[in-house]
């Protein structure tokens, strides 16, 4: 009886700090906040750096709103079609498509093998950052059964967010701002700058 005691005090220690946790952190993104996201790497193990001259269109996604990241990806290559591109293969095209998965859900010791295998299931390639911190999910601020789709400028600053399911209504604001991202970096000189190159 007293052990059955000790654990139930354990876990309303563990449940108290888990709360105390998530009041310490830190404001969900809004737009004008600074996201950088170099330093990740990628399923192939290579590192991000943030490209010059280009937005980034960033999908935070998980197992869990797989479906939903899919929707809103299928609904910006429709509109979008030539103006976006995967970051490693950009051939000056003014919007990147950066994919992350959140793996904050999955212990460490998976082998890299079959995360590769459980991103390509969700129909992604080499090219999604692995996030097993799960940080920028905690930076969103949102469920993680929620999808999310951050615009950030070629100034690393957050010009729009879109959170949950794709919808003709729910996209107009990220839609505006990609249209705008367009029209600026259009006028710029075009030079590529490739994968690698840094800010």
């Not at 999604?128 to 070629?154: C, S």
Request: glycine share 10%; charged share 25%; proline share 7%.
């Amino acid at each position: 009886m007293a052990k059955r005691s000790r654990c139930f005090a354990l876990l309303v220690l563990v449940a108290i700090f888990a709360m105390v946790g998530a009041a310490a952190a830190g404001p969900a993104l809004t737009k004008g906040s600074h996201l950088d996201l170099s330093g990740m790497h990628d399923v192939a193990g290579r590192e991000f750096r943030t490209p010059m001259r280009h937005a980034l269109l960033i999908f935070s996604s998980s197992r869990q709103n797989a479906d939903q990241t899919r929707r809103w990806g299928n609904a910006i290559s429709d509109r979008y079609g030539d103006d976006v591109a995967r970051w490693d293969e950009e051939k000056g095209e003014p919007i990147l498509i950066v994919p992350v998965l959140d793996l904050s859900r999955k212990p460490r010791i998976v082998p890299q093998g079959l995360v590769a295998k459980m991103v390509k299931l969700m129909g992604g390639d080499d090219e999604v950052l692995l996030d097993w911190q799960g940080e920028l999910g905690k930076k969103i601020g949102a469920p993680i059964d929620q999808a999310a789709v951050i615009l950030v400028g070629p100034d690393s600053r957050v010009q729009a967010i879109a959170i949950g399911e794709y919808s003709p209504s729910a996209a107009p604001p990220l839609f505006a701002a990609m249209d705008a991202q367009i029209r600026l970096l259009s006028r710029r000189p075009s030079k590529p700058s490739g994968p690698g190159s840094k800010r």
